[in-house]
Every structure is written in C-alpha cells, then in structure tokens.
C-alpha cells in the first residue's frame, strides 16, 4: 500500500472506515474485485438469545429534492417485550455501515437495559447496507444511483421512520425516543439530535470520531494509538512491527523469499511479484488496526474470533531481540497474525483480500469516504509502528474521481455537522476507549453540562455498547451507569414537556 502510487491512499482511507468506524476497513485489492457485485451477509452470533421483529418501511429515495419521488424499502428490528406503554422510551439504534441485524447483535447494551427502562428497542438500517437499497441489486450498478447515499439522507430516513412509528403504534405518541449508535453510528445518533432535537431527546455516540475530518485533528493520531496499543503489551512488540517492513522488503526481492513468505504466512494466493507484496504489506496493517479496535479483555467474536486481550497473545509472538533474522522476525509476524485469523484453527489459508467480516459494506463505505466522510490520517514511522506516509488530499481525490467518477468535499462535514462548533447543542454522550484508535477523533473532553464525554480508559472500540461480562474492566461498568443516569434524565425532563405533535 505504501509503494504503490495510486492504490494506496484510498487504502488508507479505508482504514477509516473502520470506523465503519467500526468501520470496517477497506482493502483495495478486495474493493476493487468486488465493486458493483452485492455483499452477503456473515455471522456472528450474541452470547445471549434476543428476539425481534423485522419490518420495513417505505422511504423516500431522495427526502431533499422533488424530481425522484421513488421510494424503497428501509429494514428495522423492532424488540418491545419490555416496553411500557403508554409512554415508555424508545431506544432507537441509528445504523452504520452493514447489516443492521450484525450491529443488533453486537449492541448488547441496549438489550440488557430495555428491562430497567421499559423501553421498546428499534434498529434501523441505514440505506444502502444490508437489505435497505434504493435501487435494489442496482443500487451499486453506477455513481447515479450512489448519489443518494448521504449521512443526510439517513437521518432524514431516521427522523421520518420514527414520526410514522409514533403515529402508527398505540401508546408511542408521549414516547421520548434516545438515539443510540457507536462508530459511524454513532456519529450519526450524535448528529440526529443535532439535526432533528425535535425527534430525539437526547444521543449516546459511542466511539464516534466527529472530529476525524480535516483540519479538525492530527492526521497522525490514529496509528499513534494503535501503535501504543502494541507497545505496552509485549516487549519489543511496536518495535519489531517497525522493523518488519523493511524485512518484508528484503525478503520479498527475490522470487524464492516471495514463496517462502507465500508459505510462511500460509496464503491461498501466492505472492508473485513486488505489487503483492505492496498489498500483503497493506492486509497486514489492516490486520494490526483491526486488533486495536477490538482490543477486549475477553473472548470475542467481532470482527474476528479472538482470545481475551488478543493484543497480548499477539505479542507473545513478536518479544524477539534486535539480533533475529529478517526470516526469524517474519515467522513471528506470521504468527502473530494467524492469532487473529486462525484463533479457532478452523481456516485453511490466510486471504490477504479479507481482513473483517463480511457484514460490512465496503463499497458503500468506499463511497462515503470519497464523497462527504474525508477522513485524513497518515504516518511517519516514529511516533508510530508504520512505513511513513502523508495524507494527500490530491491524491486521494484523483482516485475517488478514478472509482467512482466523483470528487470529495473535504469541508462539508465540518460545515453540516458544526466541526468543534457544537455548544449550542444539548443532550448528547459521547464515548470513548483509551484503546480505541478512533478515539483520536472523538470528543474527549466535556464541552458543557449536557454535552459529555466519557472516557473508557481500558476500553476498546465501542466497549460499553457491547454486553456486560464479568471480565469488563471497571471503567466500563462505570460508564454504562452513568449512561443510564443520562438516559433517566432526558426522559424525565420529556415527560415534563409533552409533545404537541
Ligand atoms: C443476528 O442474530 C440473529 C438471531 O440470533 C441471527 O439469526 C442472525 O443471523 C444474526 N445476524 C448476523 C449478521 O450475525
Ligand atoms: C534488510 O536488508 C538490509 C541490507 O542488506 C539490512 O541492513 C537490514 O538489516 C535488513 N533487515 C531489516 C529489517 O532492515
Ligand atoms: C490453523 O490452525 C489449525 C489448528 O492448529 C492448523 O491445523 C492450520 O494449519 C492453521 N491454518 C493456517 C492457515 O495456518
Ligand atoms: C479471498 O477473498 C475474496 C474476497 O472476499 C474472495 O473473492 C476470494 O474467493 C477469496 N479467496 C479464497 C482462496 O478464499
Ligand atoms: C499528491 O498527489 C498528487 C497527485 O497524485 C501529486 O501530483 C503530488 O505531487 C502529491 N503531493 C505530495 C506532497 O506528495
Ligand atoms: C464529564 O462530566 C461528567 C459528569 O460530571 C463526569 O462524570 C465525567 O468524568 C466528565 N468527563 C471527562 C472526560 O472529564
């Protein structure tokens, strides 16, 4: 990814969409062999039961002009054993990037709190993932049809789903209803109270890097974070990723070290030349992100399966001395990586066009990037475990012009969502782990009494959204408490205020 001119700065880009936030990352290579074919679904299964029912409903394919007047149909999971009525809350999930059911799953929180709050439970998909596209298997076919996927364009399918919901369901007409999202779902639950305080009373954003946009914070944070992610768990372990590089370079020089990586490293597809080992490089700098992300103190099945603290088992792997051999330092990188691609010893080869699951949409997280989500991020190899690489918005551009046939706007974000102007707002949480690469980007600090950060020092990406366990460190116990305290609040200062419409 680093020598590869064009290729490789959409690929970083992609990293950000990890923040598919949780934002599930975008490997080019895969990108590219997958654009404009459809996406399936993947699974990964709650460690408790939950139960829903699966809606649809009709929206809008374009809610801000009157020439297409189409509509589709949005997915939502609706979960209300526990809710009170007539007026118990709503906890409304505001959908990322992917199948809505995947994030459902994965949102345990919500689940283990419907009961205390008797509050109804609503996830709703965000269109163009999942099973919610405009133009149906075409909605990828071409840009025209891409051109109504837009952050704007799902919270005003969020606002409208919940008007109609509160109309149609008896009992919901006084519901106050919380927004509740993590990653890029969490940008969007911060950025529909923001928009729509006339719809929701208050939002969690969890692990939401609002401010990843140009000119709001360093470029070179995110892989600052992972980089000390490694560092402090195993000796020499950021040092010997550093290194790594360069030793991936010697190797693969030749054709007889490109077999030996080939085999040593157990991939499906044989490296062939110095461009794979430009991408291989890339896969494996994904595959580092994506163990800082779900860093979790326990056994988990996120984007992979892992092992508890799988950055410590990684670690063990990679304690080698400054005196090893370029081969001796690339079999612990093999694996080191096979922790996080084989912990349950089920796969037969490693595929470097995979790094995450597959309920992820890449290509359209590949558009947001390259439209309104211009999230910069770069390296220097000092401050963190990476080749160095600037961000280059020239660059960046040509190759969203080259994919898509679009240009992004770099400030558009800062100017629809406010960038670091946002006091004027009320009622939002913001989350964030100390682990969380993407916490670089989130809001840290209390900005006033109703807009409030809290951070999760041993947290990693979206921590306390997930379900409790018994290996949770305190801080996240703590911040879902506190959460909850919020969540008590707005919903009594809405019964205080009844709605009139
Ligand atoms: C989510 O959980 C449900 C019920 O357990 C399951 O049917 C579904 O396949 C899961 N979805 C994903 C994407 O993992
Ligand atoms: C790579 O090759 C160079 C030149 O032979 C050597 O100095 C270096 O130690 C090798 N390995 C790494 C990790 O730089
Ligand atoms: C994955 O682990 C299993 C069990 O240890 C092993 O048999 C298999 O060869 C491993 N796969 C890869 C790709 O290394
Ligand atoms: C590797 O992953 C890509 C993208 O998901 C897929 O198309 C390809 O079939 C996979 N290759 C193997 C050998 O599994
Ligand atoms: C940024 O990319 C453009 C287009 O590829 C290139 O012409 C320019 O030299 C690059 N700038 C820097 C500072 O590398
Ligand atoms: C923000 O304020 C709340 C409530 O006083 C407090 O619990 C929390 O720790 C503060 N957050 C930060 C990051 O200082």
């Not at 490997?27 to 460690?47: C, I, M, N, Q, Y």
């Not at 394919?61 to 809710?83: M, N, P, S």
Request: aromatic letters at 12%; hydrophobic letters at 40%.
């Amino acid at each position: 990814m680093r020598a590869g001119g064009g290729t490789q700065v959409l690929d970083r880009a992609a990293a950000t969409c990890i923040l598919a936030l949780w934002l599930g990352c975008l490997h080019v290579a895969a990108l590219k062999s997958r654009l404009f074919t459809r996406l399936g679904g993947a699974s990964d299964s709650p460690e408790n039961p939950i139960s829903y029912d699966t809606l649809y409903f009709d929206q809008k394919i374009d809610h801000f002009g009157f020439l297409e007047d189409g509509t589709f149909k949005q997915r939502y999971l609706v979960a209300d054993k526990h809710w009170q009525q007539p007026g118990g809350p709503v906890l409304f999930y505001t959908g990322n990037e992917g199948d809505i059911t995947w994030f459902c799953n994965n949102t345990g929180f919500m689940w283990e709190i419907a009961e205390e709050l008797g509050a109804m439970l609503v996830f709703a998909e965000h269109r163009y993932y999942g099973e919610s596209l405009p133009f149906g298997q075409d909605s990828y076919s071409d840009s025209k049809h891409l051109n109504y996927l837009t952050s704007e364009q799902a919270l005003a399918d969020f606002a409208v789903l919940i008007k109609n919901l509160k109309s149609s369901s008896p009992g919901a007409q006084q519901s106050p209803v919380i927004a509740v999202g993590g990653s890029y779902g969490g940008m969007l639950a911060a950025w529909f109270r923001i928009k729509y305080p006339n719809v929701v009373v208050g939002a969690l954003a969890a692990s939401a890097p609002i401010w990843q946009f140009p000119g709001m914070v360093p470029c070179g944070d995110f892989y600052r974070i992972v980089t000390q992610d490694f560092a402090k768990s195993g000796q020499n372990c950021a040092a010997n990723i550093r290194k790594s590089w360069m030793a991936i370079n010697n190797v693969s020089s030749t054709a007889s070290g490109l077999q030996w990586l080939s085999e040593e490293f157990s991939l499906c597809a044989p490296l062939k030349n110095e461009n794979d080992a430009v991408g291989f490089k890339s896969w494996l700098q994904e595959t580092w992100v994506n163990l800082a992300m779900v860093d979790y103190p326990y056994e988990a099945n996120f984007l992979q399966p892992l092992p508890r603290w799988p950055i410590q088992v990684v670690c063990k792997y990679l304690a080698l001395d400054a005196s090893v051999s370029d081969y001796q330092l690339l079999h612990g990188v093999s694996q080191a990586a096979k922790v996080y691609y084989n912990y349950t010893g089920s796969s037969s080869c490693l595929n470097t066009s995979q790094t995450a699951t597959s309920s992820l949409g890449y290509i359209g997280w590949s558009y947001q990037a390259c439209t309104e989500m211009v999230m910069p991020m770069c390296t220097d190899g000092i401050q963190d475990m990476f080749e160095p690489e600037g961000w280059n918005f020239t660059a960046f551009s040509d190759e969203c012009s080259a994919m898509f046939g679009v240009r992004p706007r770099a400030d558009w974000a800062g100017t629809v969502y406010g960038g670091k102007d946002i006091a004027s707002h009320s009622n939002i949480i913001f989350s964030n782990g100390g682990l969380d690469p993407w916490s670089c980007g989130g809001v840290t600090s209390n900005i006033t009494d109703s807009l409030v950060s809290i951070v999760i020092p041993d947290g990693a990406h979206h921590l306390d959204l997930r379900y409790s366990n018994d290996q949770d460190p305190p801080s996240v116990s703590a911040a879902r408490a506190l959460e909850v305290m919020y969540f008590r609040e707005w919903i009594k200062q809405a019964k205080k205020t009844p709605l009139t419409s």
